[in-house]
């Protein structure tokens, strides 16, 4: 079952922005390092979407601009997020899984003491993959419109 929700906040900056529309797979176990998921805050039952940087015995799950881990237990876990729609649009780049897994390696702990440089490498490797993602749209398009 698939669920349908806004996003907002600052802690998944740039890669999430407010208004986004999140499509949100219910899961309790099927997840890996990059993935985003949904989560209840264990103090207030806020919904919270973060990155899951280790998926083994005990996860790990951080937001991409914060400091410190979560806490959180799977017991917690609503889901992972499938895709996002910004301005009505699929931006599902996030599910590209080579992007996904050298985001969670910039986010662990050992960049703590280099959090600029891997703040850096982290909007630097968005930016590769949104110019890349509409250059190759753009080529399908031109594509589509000379083949009628």
Known sequence: ?????????????????????????????????????????????????HRCLYAGICPTVKGDRNLEMDDFSVDLLIGRVSSVFRKGRNVSYINNIFCNRFLSLCSTNSCSEHGKVCRYLHQATLMVVIFLRKTILSIVYRISVMQR
């Open 1 to 49: 079952m698939s669920l349908q929700l806004p996003y907002s906040g600052k802690s998944m900056s740039p890669y999430l922005e407010d208004g986004d529309i999140l499509s949100v797979f219910e899961t309790n176990d099927n997840f890996g390092p990059g993935d985003l998921l949904l989560y209840k805050n264990s103090l207030d039952s806020e919904l919270i979407v």
